[in-house]
């Protein structure tokens, strides 16, 4: 089955302590993002990557990391994590070429306190 | 950068009626405009998207209008079913980079 998918779930964590959330893709995209949700701010862009090794900044990237090693795995970093990172992640990826078609995973329900 | 609005934070249609959500956005040099549909607890998913050089595009009981003029964008959903009942999302964007806007609840009375 062609998905997303995202690890973990949910997650509480307490201030400063680092997480890194994954996300992996089975349909060999080479576009591959994450989004931050928030109640009357809609999905706000983080990162985005358009092949392996090449990451860019998205809307809101300050206190993310990324990295794009494989073509499938594109995890999201938070290197001290404040509550203002408190949010619902969402990792999506897509084909290039082929429009906006973007696969979203699960989503991860973050609290930092 | 892109902003991009929705009209009204909740729509509520009758069942078997016509839905029509709309989306204003900012930026003329958007290349699409996509709309998504959530549905709780799960992810967005995509319904249909349209290039800037087009005004129309159908989909399977769905139609997205593009008004470049006005800077306006609309998705229709005909016979709205009790599945539709979810939030709705317009993007817009360019090659690499797509902007969300904040969505529309729409609530289907059975």
């Known amino acids: 089955e062609a998905q997303v998918t995202q690890n973990p779930r949910y997650l509480i964590t307490v201030t400063g302590k680092k997480l890194t959330v994954t996300c992996s893709q089975n349909m060999n995209h080479e576009y591959m993002s994450w989004y931050r949700q928030d109640p009357g701010l809609g999905l706000r862009q983080i990162y985005y990557?358009?092949?392996?090794?090449?990451?860019d900044k998205g809307d809101v990237p300050e206190g993310y990391k990324v990295s794009r090693k494989e073509k499938r795995n594109f995890p999201l970093i938070l290197e001290s994590p404040s509550p203002n990172q408190t949010s619902l992640y969402f990792c999506a990826s897509s084909l290039l070429g082929q429009g906006y078609e973007q696969y979203f995973g699960p989503g991860t329900r973050l609290t930092v306190t | 950068g892109e902003s991009v609005g929705l009209h009204l934070p909740t729509l509520s249609v009758q069942e078997g009626d016509n839905s029509i959500i709309n989306c204003a956005y900012s930026?003329?040099?958007?290349?699409?405009f996509i709309w998504y549909k959530q549905e709780s607890g799960k992810g967005p998913q995509f319904i249909i998207d349209i290039r800037s050089n087009m005004d129309k595009r159908q989909g399977q009981r769905v139609t997205v209008l593009l008004n470049k003029t006005v800077k306006h964008l609309s998705l229709q959903i005909a016979a709205t079913q009790p599945g539709d009942s979810a939030v709705y999302f317009c993007a817009a964007g360019g090659y690499q980079k797509v902007t969300f806007g904040i969505g529309t609840k729409l609530q289907v009375i059975p």
């Open positions: 990557s358009m092949n392996v090794e090449v990451t």
């Open positions: 930026n003329s040099a958007s290349d699409y």
